[in-house]
């Protein structure tokens, strides 16, 4: 059976010289511990609640059944990743929930793991569009679950449902450790059916990359496709740090494409080889601004490192966020943008 990477040559060959030939597919290891970060706030419901009102199954009842005992907190995907609401109109808002005193969200139901048993399994037999309904029932009844928002970001994924397989992919992070963020992606083998896994999830990485063609600035999708990158091994990861720059340059305010990058970049951060003056300026912008400047690097007016000379300036402009080092490349900038973001850039 051939190699995930190799047969996904298509797919990066397009964007970076990747020794393809000698990737290996993700390593398979034992699962880690079911888990949530400190700070992730409770899932809100409103992907499932999207998904279930698209298959007309919305019923006011999923949410007094989900999620008495806990508030209800907005979806942590940014703008560019909540999911389309359906016929344009955006489902039922649940009313707020608090829980009482000490108390905290109920293990996974009976009925939320039942309908999760059979979302794997329609999954495995090919049935994507079932897994996904299933999924997002199970969701309902286990709203902090993240391996479940994952798995169901990957049944999106063979939907061709990029956006809101994003905010899938979005939900999940943000309620797991960053340890098992690539839990479904690492175990693959595992959720597709067992004759072609690797030929299948290639096709639909495919099918990503096809999307991105045609649409390069959705930020949802390069943020999806960059998500699966990351945890296809060592050979990928150039690949993959490179779709991650481009989403914050497109949406500078995603924490979680920011905390993915700087996962890539090690754990010494991608600060690390800058002065300590300029990592000092830098530190004051917020994270996800952080990162995306260190990632440009320099000012595009004068070429100087950004926060050498003090705290970088982001400017929106032709459809980008773009840093830049004073005030007065602000200006020199919005004058004349192709001169300094156009693909031939004028010489002095």
Not at 191 to 197: I, Q
Request: charge should be neutral; proline fraction near 9%.
């Amino acid at each position: 059976m051939r190699c995930l990477i190799c047969g996904a040559a298509f797919v990066l060959g397009t964007m970076l010289a990747i020794p393809l030939a000698t990737a290996h597919p993700p390593e398979f290891h034992q699962h880690g511990s079911r888990g949530e970060s400190e700070d992730a706030p409770p899932a809100a419901g409103h992907l499932a609640v999207y998904l279930l009102s698209r298959f007309g199954e919305y019923d006011e009842r999923y949410f007094d059944a989900a999620m008495p005992d806990f508030e209800v907190a907005q979806n942590s995907a940014s703008p560019q990743f909540a999911p389309p609401p359906p016929g344009g109109a955006a489902p039922p808002a649940p009313p707020a929930r608090v829980a009482p005193a000490g108390k905290t969200p109920a293990e996974p139901s009976p009925e939320g793991l039942e309908f999760q048993r059979r979302a794997f399994e329609a999954f495995r037999n090919s049935k994507f569009a079932d897994a996904v309904r299933l999924a997002g029932h199970g969701i309902v009844e286990m709203p902090r679950e993240g391996r479940l928002y994952l798995f169901l970001s990957q049944a999106l994924l063979a939907t061709g449902d990029y956006r809101t397989a994003a905010a899938a992919a979005h939900q999940g992070m943000s309620l797991l450790k960053m340890q098992e963020w690539g839990h479904i992606v690492e175990h693959y083998k595992e959720f597709y059916p067992k004759t072609g896994a690797q030929e299948l999830y290639t096709k639909h990485v495919q099918g990503l990359t096809t999307y991105i063609k045609k649409h390069p600035k959705s930020a949802s999708a390069r943020f999806l496709r960059a998500y699966h990158y990351s945890f296809w091994g060592e050979p990928a990861r150039p690949a993959a740090r490179v779709e991650l720059v481009e989403v914050l340059r497109l949406e500078s305010t995603d924490a979680i494409a920011a905390r993915l990058l700087n996962r890539l970049d090690g754990v010494a951060g991608p600060d690390a080889a800058l002065p300590p003056s300029a990592r000092a300026f830098l530190a004051k912008l917020p994270e996800a601004d952080r990162v995306a400047a260190i990632a440009q690097r320099t000012c595009p007016v004068t070429d100087d490192l950004l926060g050498a000379d003090g705290t970088p300036i982001k400017v929106r402009i032709l459809d980008r966020d773009v840093f830049v080092c004073c005030t007065g490349c602000v200006t020199d900038l919005r004058k004349d943008p192709l001169r300094y973001l156009g693909v031939e850039k004028k010489k002095e």
